[in-house]
């Protein structure tokens, strides 16, 4: 049983590019959310998708948007790119109507904006 | 607004001793409490998760408190290894959301020595 996977592991932009990050949920989840973790810091959300369409959303500007697929697989996209976007990013999977509350992360992608 | 504060910031402590982290929350409407084992670089790994009914709960080695009425948890670590080096996040869940809207405090480093 597969658990949550992200790719790419590490990418490194220049700032103002724009990147897409991609997340496969654990099998049987419906539900993803996204999260950025700058260094020594927890993570912050970012938003939470469900049924492709996305149900939460924190303080993050509207360069940061998402997407999820009919497969319930995920994309973060980031535009124009700034210093202060490095960070951890980090998906989560669960089931929205679960009973476990239970949240599995992924590995994370290990973005450097220079 | 909702909050998770940890402490101590960071431990180092001698391979084979016990210690116990703390975590304050201010997190309202209170939906459970988890806490997780993030290793450098890596996805959050969940060790314990507790509801509002539950003050105990044991995850091997991990034994994690809740005092809802306090709002506060603990999480105590016995008979320590060196593969318990890592940041030990404290992750709070508003009811909104099925109790997929998560709060993370910013982690206790815990290094252990020989």
Request: glycine share 8%; aromatic share 10%; net charge neutral.
């Amino acid at each position: 049983d597969a658990g949550v996977t992200q790719s790419p592991t590490h990418l490194i932009k220049t700032r103002g590019q724009q990147v897409t990050l991609r997340c496969s949920p654990k099998s049987g989840h419906d539900t993803v959310s996204w999260y950025q973790q700058a260094l020594g810091q927890g993570p912050q959300f970012i938003f939470q998708y469900y049924e492709e369409e996305e149900r939460q959303r924190g303080n993050f500007p509207d360069r940061f948007s998402g997407h999820q697929f009919p497969n319930y697989s995920s994309e973060l996209n980031v535009n124009a790119l700034l210093l202060g976007d490095s960070a951890l990013y980090l998906c989560a999977s669960s089931l929205l109507r679960g009973s476990s509350y239970e949240q599995y992360f992924g590995p994370g992608t290990r973005l450097t904006v220079t | 607004k909702n909050q998770v504060e940890q402490s101590p910031q960071s431990l180092i402590i001698l391979e084979g001793k016990n210690c116990t982290l703390q975590c304050n929350y201010t997190v309202s409407p209170f939906s459970n409490l988890r806490w997780y084992k993030q290793d450098t670089g890596r996805g959050p790994v969940s060790l314990t998760i507790m509801t509002f009914s539950e003050n105990t709960k044991s995850n091997g080695r991990y034994t994690a408190t809740l005092d809802a009425d306090t709002k506060q948890s603990s999480l105590h670590i016995t008979a320590s290894q060196l593969s318990d080096s890592a940041s030990y996040i404290c992750v709070v869940s508003d009811i909104t959301g099925g109790g997929n809207k998560l709060t993370f405090g910013t982690g206790t480093q815990l290094k252990v020595e020989l």
